[in-house]
C-alpha cells in the first residue's frame, strides 16, 4: 500500500478517535450552576472557576472587595475559611473544593448548609504543586457546627 493512504488513514483514524473521546467527554460534564464570589486580586479563584467552567459547569464570577462579609452571611466558621465561596444549588461550597466531591454531595443532598475544603491545598483545583494525602471535606450544619463530610 502506498505511504500517504496509510498516512491519510491513520490520520482519520485518530481523527475519529478524538472526536469520540470529545463527545464522551462533553456527555459526562457536570450539570449544574455555581456563583464563584472572589476577591479583584485572587488569582487561583479565577483558576477555580476556569476548572469549573471545563466541567461543563455553568459559572458566574462575582468580584467583591471585602469577602469577610459574604463569609459571615453563608455562616463559614473562620476555621473553614479558605480564599474564595462558592453558591451551588442553594449550598455553599468554601474554597478549592474539587468537582467530583460537589457531585457527590449534591446527589446526596443533605439537610446541611454546605461544605468546605478550608485553607488552599497544594494541588486542589486552582492551586499549584501536587496533593499530598487526602483532604478532609467538611460539613457546615444550619446552626453552625462543623463536622467531617468526607475525605478526598
Known sequence: MNKKIIIGILTILLISG?????KNSEDNQ????????????????TVYGQ??????????????????????ENGIPRELESCHTSVVGGYVVEGHVPLPVIETFLEKSP?????????????SPGMPGLKQGKWTIYAIAHDGSVSEFMDY
Open 18 to 22: 478524538i472526536v469520540a473521546l470529545l
Open 30 to 45: 457536570a450539570a449544574f450552576a455555581a456563583t464563584v464570589y472572589k476577591s479583584p486580586t485572587c488569582g487561583c479563584c
Open 51 to 72: 476548572y469549573l467552567k471545563r466541567q461543563g459547569v455553568d459559572v458566574e464570577t462575582v468580584t467583591i472587595d471585602d469577602l469577610s462579609n459574604s463569609k459571615e
Open 111 to 123: 439537610d446541611i448548609k454546605g461544605i468546605a475544603l478550608p485553607g488552599m491545598p497544594a494541588g
